[in-house]
């Protein structure tokens, strides 16, 4: 069992997690409510904590942690509640970021709630408000997938809790109380899925 231990830097640096992913070199990334990102080395026992610092700007930008995803290449993808994305540097042991700006291509939304790469490569955030976005790693621009309403061709809701990539390369998106839509990216075709009372 992990708990954080207030009189022990290197324990766990919050009770509450809200995400979990292993590395290439088998270490565990947990992130937390404002504790920040703790990563556990199961070789030494221990928890090194990664938390914002205001005056280093390659610190991780927010100590609100919702999703950790590990791409092809090994790099973590952190996001966070209101500091958008980190992405850890293992050489630098830094993080890059990517934040809402007033830019189209950049992020949607601060507030993000998951992270997902795509077989192509691609990576898929969810965010809390501003809808799906697409990250084109050669490009270095988000593409935005938001709720039109009234149109089925869309997303069914801009806050969106999780997506995941089926065999078939479709996206199944899950919102907060609006249902799931599954996506096909190829074709740009949407179905969507929702709790009908009757």
């Known amino acids: 069992r992990f708990i954080n231990d207030k009189n022990d830097p290197n324990s766990l640096s919050a009770d509450v997690v809200y995400a979990i992913n292993e590395d290439n ?18 070789a030494t026992g221990i928890f090194y904590n990664y938390l914002h610092d205001d005056i280093d700007e390659k610190s991780i930008s927010h100590n609100s942690v919702y999703s950790i995803c590990k791409d092809a290449y090994g790099s973590i993808w952190v996001g966070t509640f209101a500091g958008g994305i980190n992405i850890f540097s293992h050489d630098e042991r830094r993080f890059a970021h990517y934040k809402h ?13 998951c992270i997902t790469e795509s077989k192509k490569g691609n990576i898929w955030i969810g965010t809390d408000g ?8 050669v490009t270095k621009k988000f593409t935005h997938f938001i709720n039109q ?13 999780n997506v995941t990539e089926d065999s078939k390369g479709s996206l199944w ?21 929702k709790n009908d009372p009757a």
């Open 25 to 42: 070199n088998g270490d565990i990334w947990v992130g937390t409510e404002n504790g920040g990102l703790s990563v556990y080395h199961p």
């Open 101 to 113: 700006t007033m830019d189209k291509n950049s992020l949607s939304h601060n507030n993000v709630l």
């Open 130 to 137: 501003g809808g799906m976005d697409m990250f084109n790693p």
């Open 149 to 161: 309403p009234g149109n089925k061709n869309s997303i069914c809701g801009n806050y969106v809790l």
């Open 173 to 193: 998106i899950g919102t907060w109380a609006d249902g799931i839509t599954v996506f096909d990216p190829s074709q740009n075709m949407y179905r969507h899925f």
